[in-house]
């Protein structure tokens, strides 16, 4: 699991570690740290031409012993102090007597430099980056060299991933210790890079719970629910579809090919699609409806391509089992019948849907989604599975760690990918798993399928990001 925490906590867990360090320790084990990782990326050390921007306090601290141990390997390193008198007094000296020198002219060393290790404000930032730095950002972000940050891309926001102003883009970030949501979280994950997590002897001091989490193939395996040699289709769980209308049958058919390999054991559909589902799945149980008398399932689906049948999201949330609301569904929601559910909710939006329930603009929630998804869960008293370029999964536990999606490709902005999810979801909910875990693996699984599907480059349609949930292993 890769885990991410806030900047509160961080520094909490960092004060107990440097209580019992001598000064300075920590900012060594970054610096030691991070100094490889640029040895790695530039390749050959000795003759590069290496330049840093350095803030105030213990980032820029930081960057200034990185670069007195690129500087004795044979680097010419050069610093563009953009706050001198905060400037962190022991790195400076270390830096300047290993042979580092203060540039006078930033943007003469910036058009020639191999590496700039942006060291301006790391994650105590606020609000993007001030006026008099931005010039030279865009120098450092228009010449020929790899931008690396330190802990965090300067000018985003670390604990929301919010950009609210300008920031310098890297190819690569060194953080340490820990994750911060922003390196997890678009817009601001996009600022990021490749990102490297360099351990300098936190984890004891964090919380077992850390405030974002991320799955990884190892989670993914554990969590997938698998049949026993006792199993029926029963036993397995039936989903139920409510899904599709006369304008949108395609809709019914991509759910329940993504309820087919959840994992449950059978499907059952209710809704007037039933011919073009039985066409290309004929394994699946139909029923003309209404959904009370299609028989017994463990979860229900409702929602895509579904129009304006009230009702049916109606009878639907009024049963006893676990229930995900997606598309459709959702524009007809009420949330004190959502708040009043016994049973597990999952709720599916993307940003304009999430936007239309919290009463917002769609570009409020895409700025913010990880303020919005924690106000639509607790909100609505439901787990909430916000889709985009990196889903998050919020429980309407406030203690509970929010999930991030990072598996989606920009190829999954295509017509019916939801509705494959929902399916896929929903089946997950059939087996046993809470609603957290199924919407966490679904999106997973999902954005794998596409990631493999568009592997050459090339658009992909949600009947193969469907297909392709089948063949992972």
């Given at each position: 699991?890769?885990?991410?925490?806030?900047?509160?906590?961080?520094?909490?867990?960092?004060?107990?570690?440097?209580?019992?360090?001598?000064?300075?320790?920590?900012?060594?084990?970054?610096?030691?740290?991070?100094?490889?990782?640029?040895?790695?990326?530039?390749?050959?050390?000795?003759?590069?031409?290496?330049?840093?921007?350095?803030?105030?306090?213990?980032?820029?601290?930081?960057?200034?012993?990185?670069?007195?141990?690129?500087?004795?390997?044979?680097?010419?390193?050069?610093?563009?102090?953009?706050?001198?008198?905060?400037?962190?007094?022991?790195?400076?000296?270390?830096?300047?007597?290993?042979?580092?020198?203060?540039?006078?002219?930033?943007?003469?060393?910036?058009?020639?430099?191999?590496?700039?290790?942006?060291?301006?404000?790391?994650?105590?930032?606020?609000?993007g980056l001030r006026p008099e730095t931005i010039p030279i950002a865009r120098a450092a972000r228009g010449s020929n060299a790899v931008i690396v940050a330190v802990d965090l891309p300067s000018g985003v926001e670390a604990d929301s991933g919010e950009v609210t102003g300008e920031a310098l883009r890297a190819d690569a970030t060194i953080t340490f210790g820990t994750h911060k949501p922003a390196l997890l979280i678009d817009p601001a994950r996009e600022y990021a890079g490749t990102?490297?997590?360099?351990?300098?002897?936190?984890?004891?001091?964090?919380?077992?719970?850390?405030?974002?989490?991320?799955?990884?193939?190892?989670?993914?395996?554990?969590?997938?629910?698998?049949?026993?040699?006792?199993?029926?289709?029963?036993?397995?769980?039936?989903?139920?579809?409510?899904?599709?209308?006369?304008?949108?049958?395609?809709?019914?058919?991509?759910?329940?090919?993504?309820?087919?390999?959840?994992?449950?054991?059978?499907?059952?559909?209710?809704?007037?699609?039933?011919?073009?589902?039985?066409?290309?799945?004929?394994?699946?149980?139909?029923?003309?409806?209404?959904?009370?008398?299609?028989?017994?399932?463990?979860?229900?689906?409702?929602?895509?391509?579904?129009?304006?049948?009230?009702?049916?999201?109606?009878?639907?949330?009024?049963?006893?089992?676990?229930?995900?609301?997606?598309?459709?569904?959702?524009?007809?929601?009420?949330?004190?019948?959502?708040?009043?559910?016994?049973?597990?909710?999952?709720?599916?939006?993307?940003?304009?849907?999430?936007?239309?329930?919290?009463?917002?603009?769609?570009?409020?929630?895409?700025?913010?989604?990880?303020?919005?998804?924690?106000?639509?869960?607790?909100?609505?008293?439901?787990?909430?599975?916000?889709?985009?370029?990196?889903?998050?999964?919020?429980?309407?536990?406030?203690?509970?760690?929010?999930?991030?999606?990072?598996?989606?490709?920009?190829?999954?902005?295509?017509?019916?990918?939801?509705?494959?999810?929902?399916?896929?979801?929903?089946?997950?909910?059939?087996?046993?798993?809470?609603?957290?875990?199924?919407?966490?693996?679904?999106?997973?699984?999902?954005?794998?399928?596409?990631?493999?599907?568009?592997?050459?480059?090339?658009?992909?349609?949600?009947?193969?990001?469907?297909?392709g949930v089948g063949f992972l292993g």
């Amino acid at each position: 699991m890769r885990t991410a925490h806030r900047v509160e906590t961080v520094r909490t867990a960092e004060a107990a570690l440097m209580a019992r360090l001598p000064p300075d320790a920590l900012m060594h084990r970054a610096a030691a740290g991070l100094a490889a990782a640029c040895a790695d990326l530039l390749g050959r050390v000795y003759g590069a031409r290496v330049v840093l921007l350095i803030g105030s306090g213990a980032n820029g601290g930081d960057a200034l012993y990185a670069g007195v141990r690129l500087a004795r390997r044979g680097a010419g390193v050069r610093a563009v102090l953009l706050a001198p008198e905060r400037t962190y007094p022991g790195a400076l000296a270390a830096f300047t007597a290993a042979g580092g020198r203060i540039a006078d002219d930033p943007f003469e060393v910036l058009a020639t430099a191999d590496l700039v290790l942006d060291g301006i404000t790391g994650i105590g930032g606020r609000g993007g980056l001030r006026p008099e730095t931005i010039p030279i950002a865009r120098a450092a972000r228009g010449s020929n060299a790899v931008i690396v940050a330190v802990d965090l891309p300067s000018g985003v926001e670390a604990d929301s991933g919010e950009v609210t102003g300008e920031a310098l883009r890297a190819d690569a970030t060194i953080t340490f210790g820990t994750h911060k949501p922003a390196l997890l979280i678009d817009p601001a994950r996009e600022y990021a890079g490749t990102v490297r997590l360099i351990d300098i002897g936190l984890d004891a001091e964090l919380p077992s719970v850390p405030d974002v989490e991320a799955l990884q193939h190892e989670d993914v395996a554990q969590l997938l629910p698998r049949p026993s040699a006792e199993s029926d289709k029963y036993r397995r769980g039936v989903v139920g579809i409510v899904a599709g209308s006369a304008r949108y049958p395609g809709a019914a058919v991509l759910a329940v090919a993504g309820a087919l390999r959840g994992g449950a054991g059978a499907v059952r559909y209710v809704g007037p699609a039933a011919d073009a589902v039985i066409a290309r799945f004929p394994e699946t149980l139909v029923h003309a409806g209404p959904p009370a008398k299609a028989g017994r399932v463990q979860s229900w689906v409702v929602g895509p391509g579904l129009g304006e049948d009230i009702g049916a999201v109606a009878e639907i949330l009024a049963s006893d089992v676990p229930v995900l609301i997606d598309a459709d569904g959702l524009r007809l929601l009420d949330a004190d019948v959502v708040r009043r559910r016994a049973a597990p909710t999952l709720l599916t939006p993307h940003a304009g849907e999430a936007a239309a329930l919290l009463g917002v603009t769609r570009d409020q929630v895409e700025s913010a989604r990880l303020a919005s998804v924690r106000e639509l869960a607790e909100r609505y008293g439901a787990t909430v599975l916000l889709k985009g370029s990196t889903t998050l999964i919020a429980s309407p536990e406030p203690r509970t760690a929010v999930r991030v999606n990072p598996m989606g490709t920009p190829w999954l902005a295509t017509a019916g990918s939801g509705d494959v999810l929902s399916g896929l979801a929903g089946s997950l909910l059939a087996t046993g798993l809470d609603a957290r875990d199924a919407g966490s693996l679904a999106a997973y699984l999902h954005g794998l399928s596409a990631r493999r599907a568009a592997s050459h480059g090339t658009p992909i349609t949600a009947w193969e990001v469907g297909e392709g949930v089948g063949f992972l292993g």
